[in-house]
């Protein structure tokens, strides 16, 4: 419950610092913190605009692609505070579910019949489907270090002791943050601020939603970055007690805003055909950490 | 006894009538056989479940000794797959096949056909020794290759039946050798012979027979790198037969390794690790293929191979468990492997289904020509759209609870091993959700150019949703979908006689799923009810937000183009174009290519076509030079009279003289001896 609040209050600046960052980097003054949220609330009270050519799958695909974003909210949980699901294994859902709504973001692109948006469509699948293992290889290490397969145990009972730990813990952020620019389709990966519908990702699979479906596309987003710097939060906060864990909270999203803020500023994005080998990286560096897990528990003969 | 009789006279009645009737009346005939069968087999079936083994012994006859018929919990599970998928199939088949109507003499032969799969299929689930077994599965091996080969005018077709024939006898020829083994050890056709044979011959021998029966079983299943008939075989049958050959025929090759899991005592660690690499191998080469197809079935053939990985993978796991002592892992993992042999049965039958609709409107399989379906076929979309969502694995679907019982399984494993097997678990996750992440993109790709977007062909027909009774029985397979993703620990009940079979092989504590790491599954579904809830309540804001407000319907933002075309859509090549580049390596893609050329260009054309790397180095390379070496002695027949009446005489003379020259040749060395 606590998690739930607490992502949701993130959210709402999380998008903004970005912004403000990466104007003050780039020597202007930027909007204040909160224009995101001011630009939702604006399309929600817009009305739509629909392609001829779409059908329902347009309509309700925004919906569920949101939905989607918010089940997988209420998983991640708050230091000891239980997520509102949580259970076992409940990493797997949470995957799973996100993945469901990317299904729904694509086939809603490839429903316009626009080129540009079966072309967005196209990288989105694959760059999300080559994502996924390392996910899966990290929350598979963290298990393996501590002994549970859901969340909140995982991340309670998440001791960082020795430098080795530490090094691990580092090294895990920095794959929750990279996965994080992937799912949200930043650099290097995609570039939000691109001019060029050929080189966008994400917004090139967006461009004929309006109003209300593009405010709650917009919002998925900003949960998504919340919701990734709340499990990155996890990772440190181990038992720390709720009075400490709350601003920490804060200040780590925020902190989290300002590093994704300067990469975007002083990193330029990639080739398109090199994003693979990146997101391929990013899964080593996965087994890098498994392999630490090994070393830590003592498993590595 | 009177049970056999009626299960044996029915199918036999109703084959003798069936060439008399009407159309009409053929269609309510097959029916009415299919559905006893399934109703006489179903109640056994239920039985075994609930723990209440069906046994008879029939007398049999002088060679194959006495015959013996036995329900237990693992038949049971498959006969309920089998005749359900037979349910639904048929009575779609009832109107798919009603476009075949001037083919009344090939249409009886069909439905016989039909009849005869089903009992064949439902009777090897049963079939305790191994005689009869041939003859049921030579049966059944008949009855779908002529089944395949419905619209045999189309060469085509031919092909593709002649390729499954060929390969169903190899599969036969390796269960043959397997029971001849052990016939000629013990001396007893009965499947209780195999298990004696192995509990006295432990080790190297054991495994090899069942290396036999694997192989066998493995050809039906379409594990890689013995998948090369099904790719064929499904585009070829129409659309019943693809998804009940899908459904439940390769099934039984599935059910075949854990029968043979059950009769041989062995390694199972061994075993289980074999089994375990094929599958992850399978699972993902079927699915990096099937994204590369342009026919939709044949996409649709390849998953299949994908999700017999999956299935692979579970059973993998099973045996592990099974040989590490290791409760859990083997339960959740055979509860895996059962659980996807349902679920895969029935959203590959839903998307054949489909598939058949989507062929009967528009004569065609191509889905480069397909497009903007979902306007015209509303009802076929959506019923595609679920069983793609169910097939990806996605909660709140059927798909997801089979693929988190076996993440839970590996999960499990995951605290108490050493090094080795934990690389081991590192793979098959990996496995798992490449295979998940390929198979997103497959279906994005299937439903969204199929069905989405724009037409990009000019259909001279009228193209429209099939008639509601073709479709009901598809809302019942998608019925069953949703109701297993809802409610999966109804289902996992059913799966704990089973179950309990494989564990009690080494006496592993299992009596319920409770305890077990799977009383999560309530909140897996619980989850997955939110998630709707959230959705439909979503739904309904927006659906209030809008009505007050203006929404206009516009051409789609084409940067400013004005004049576009459903040409410059993206097509299905194009939206896995970066996908096959990056992979090229591991495929065959033949190219045609003509370019611009010239200041004044004229026609350009690309052409591709994507084939097994595996089938060219197993099937063509060797066929090929085993041509070429047959042809050396083409010389032989030359055509000339003169020629065939020397070989007759040859033949004869060498008849007459081999004995004779062996005897003296025998004489001889005797007096040698005695010298």
Redo the contacts between chains.
């Keep these: 419950m606590l998690s739930l609040l607490f992502i949701l209050l993130a959210a709402s600046f999380f998008t903004g610092i970005v912004v403000r960052t990466k104007s003050i980097a780039s020597g202007r003054k930027g909007p204040g913190i909160f224009q995101p949220v001011k630009d939702v609330v604006r399309l929600?009270k817009?009305?739509?605009?629909?392609?001829?050519?779409?059908?329902?799958?347009f309509r309700?695909a925004p919906?569920?692609y949101?939905?989607?974003v918010?089940?997988a909210m209420?998983?991640v949980p708050f230091g000891s505070s239980k997520g509102l699901?949580?259970?076992?294994?409940?990493f797997?859902?949470f995957?799973?579910?996100l993945?469901?709504g990317?299904?729904f973001s694509?086939?809603g692109a490839?429903?316009?019949?626009?080129?540009?948006?079966?072309?967005g469509?196209?990288?989105e699948?694959?760059f999300?489907?080559?994502a996924?293992?390392a996910f899966?290889?990290l929350m598979?290490s963290l298990?393996?270090m501590t002994?549970h397969?859901s969340f909140q145990e995982i991340f309670t009972t998440l001791h960082l002791g020795s430098s080795i730990t530490y090094a691990l813990g580092v090294l895990a952020a920095s794959v929750f943050l990279m996965i994080a620019m992937i799912e949200n389709s930043r650099m290097p990966i995609d570039d939000p601020k691109t001019h060029l519908?050929l080189t966008m990702i994400h917004e090139v699979m967006i461009?004929?939603n309006s109003?209300?479906?593009l405010g709650?596309i917009l919002t998925a987003g900003y949960l998504k970055f919340a919701l990734y710097g709340a499990i990155i939060f996890n990772l440190f906060s181990g038992s720390i007690a709720v009075g400490y864990a709350i601003p920490l909270f804060f200040a780590m999203q925020a902190f989290l805003a300002v590093v994704v803020g300067i990469i975007e500023s002083f990193m330029a994005r990639s080739r398109?055909?090199h994003n693979?080998q990146f997101i391929v990286v990013l899964?080593s560096v996965a087994?890098l950490i498994?392999f630490g897990a090994?070393m830590v528990s003592g498993?590595?003969? | 006894m009177n049970f056999v009789w009626g299960f044996l006279l029915i199918p036999l009645l109703a084959i003798c009538v069936l060439p008399f009737l009407s159309m009409k009346g053929k269609a309510i005939a097959v029916y009415a056989v299919i559905s006893s069968i399934a109703i006489l087999t179903g109640t056994l079936a239920f039985q075994g479940l609930a723990g209440q083994n069906f046994a008879l012994e029939l007398p049999g006859s002088l060679i194959s000794g006495s015959i013996e018929l036995r329900v237990d919990a693992l038949s049971a599970w498959f006969i309920l797959i089998i005749d359900f998928t037979f349910l639904t199939g048929g009575f779609y088949g009832l109107f798919y096949m009603k476009a075949y109507a001037d083919q009344p003499t090939n249409l009886t032969l069909h439905s016989i056909l039909f009849i005869l799969l089903h009992a064949s299929l439902v009777s090897l689930c049963a079939i305790q020794n191994s005689i009869a077994f041939l003859v049921a599965w030579e049966i059944m091996a008949l009855s779908a290759f002529l089944c395949v080969i419905f619209e045999h005018e189309k060469v085509a077709t031919i092909r593709a039946g002649i390729n499954f024939l060929i390969q169903s006898h190899i599969s036969i020829l390796f269960l043959m050798l397997g029971f001849i083994w052990v016939a000629s050890q013990t001396g007893s056709y009965d499947f209780s012979a195999i298990h004696s044979y192995s509990m006295t011959h432990p080790g190297a021998l054991s495994l090899m027979l069942f290396l036999f029966f694997f192989i066998g079983f493995a050809i039906k299943a379409g594990f890689v790198p013995f998948h090369t008939w099904l790719p064929y075989a499904h585009p070829a049958a129409p659309a019943p037969i693809s998804g009940i050959m899908s459904g439940v025929l390769i099934k039984i090759g599935i059910f075949g390794i854990l029968r043979m899991l059950l009769l041989i005592d062995l390694d199972y660690t061994v075993v289980g690790i074999v089994i375990l690499i094929l599958s992850i191998i399978s699972g993902v080469y079927g699915v990096m293929l099937a994204i590369l197809q342009h026919n939709l079935k044949r996409l649709l053939a390849y998953h299949s191979i994908e999700n017999i990985g999956i299935i692979g993978i579970g059973i993998g796991l099973g045996c592990i468990g099974l040989g590490t002592n290791h409760p859990v892992l083997c339960s959740l993992g055979f509860a895996g492997a059962l659980l996807h042999t349902l679920n895969h049965s029935l959203f590959k039958s839903l998307l054949f289904f489909t598939a058949g609709n989507v062929y009967q409107a528009t004569h065609t399989l191509d889905i480069e020509k397909l497009?903007?379906l979902?306007?015209k076929m509303?009802q076929t979309?959506i019923l595609f759209?679920l069983a793609s969502?169910a097939i990806?694995?996605?909660?709140p679907f059927n798909g997801?609870i089979s693929?988190?019982i076996l993440?839970?399984g590996l999960?499990s494993w995951?605290?108490q091993?050493?090094?080795t097997s934990?690389i081991g678990?590192?793979v098959t996750?990996?496995g798992l959700?490449?295979i998940?992440?390929?198979a997103?993109?497959c279906?994005?790709?299937a439903?969204?150019?199929v069905f989405?977007?724009?037409p990009r062909h000019v259909f001279h027909q009228e193209i429209k949703e099939v008639p509601f009774f073709q479709l009901l029985p598809l809302y019942f397979i998608a019925a069953f979908i949703v109701l297993i993703g809802m409610f999966p620990t109804v289902f996992l009940e059913m799966l704990i006689m089973p179950v309990q079979l494989f564990t009690g092989l080494h006496q592993l504590p299992f009596t319920s799923f409770r305890g077990n790491?799977l009383e999560?599954l309530a909140?897996?579904s619980?989850?997955g009810w939110?998630?709707v809830a959230?959705?439909l309540l979503?739904?309904g804001i927006?659906k209030l937000?809008?009505r007050k407000?203006?929404?206009?319907?516009?051409?789609?933002?084409?940067?400013g183009y004005t004049a576009p075309t459903?040409k410059?859509?993206?097509t299905a090549s194009?939206?896995?174009?970066?996908?096959s580049?990056?992979f090229g390596m591991l495929f065959l893609i033949f190219k045609k290519e003509k370019e611009v050329e010239g200041i004044f260009p004229t026609v350009a054309h690309l052409e591709t076509r994507p084939y097994d790397k595996i089938e060219k180095w197993l099937i063509d390379t060797p066929t090929t030079n085993l041509r070429v070496f047959l042809g050396r002695f083409r010389f032989v027949q030359n055509g000339r009279l003169q020629f065939y009446i020397l070989y007759g005489i040859l033949f004869i003379v060498s008849v007459i003289s081999i004995p004779i020259l062996y005897d003296t040749v025998k004489q001889f060395v005797e007096f040698l001896k005695e010298l």
């Design positions: 929600f817009k009305g739509a605009v629909y392609s001829e050519t779409s059908s329902f799958v309700i919906t569920i949101f939905s989607s918010f089940v209420l998983i699901i949580s259970f076992n294994g409940d797997i859902f995957a799973y579910v993945a469901l990317k299904f694509i086939i490839l429903d316009t019949g626009s080129s540009f948006e079966g072309m469509a196209s990288r699948a694959l999300s489907m080559f996924e293992p899966f290889i598979g298990a393996l002994g397969t519908e461009l004929d109003g209300f479906d709650l398109m055909n693979a899964s087994l498994f090994l498993k590595f003969i | 497009g903007g979902v306007k509303p979309a759209l969502l990806c694995g996605l909660p997801f693929e988190f993440y839970t999960f995951l605290q091993t050493q090094i934990l678990i590192i996750v990996s959700v490449l998940g992440g390929l997103l993109i279906f994005t790709k439903f969204g150019v989405l977007g724009n790491g999560v909140s897996v619980q989850a939110c998630l959230l959705v979503l739904l927006r937000v809008l407000r203006n929404v206009t319907v516009l051409p789609t933002w084409n940067c459903a410059i859509q993206y194009s939206f896995v174009k970066s996908y580049k990056l």
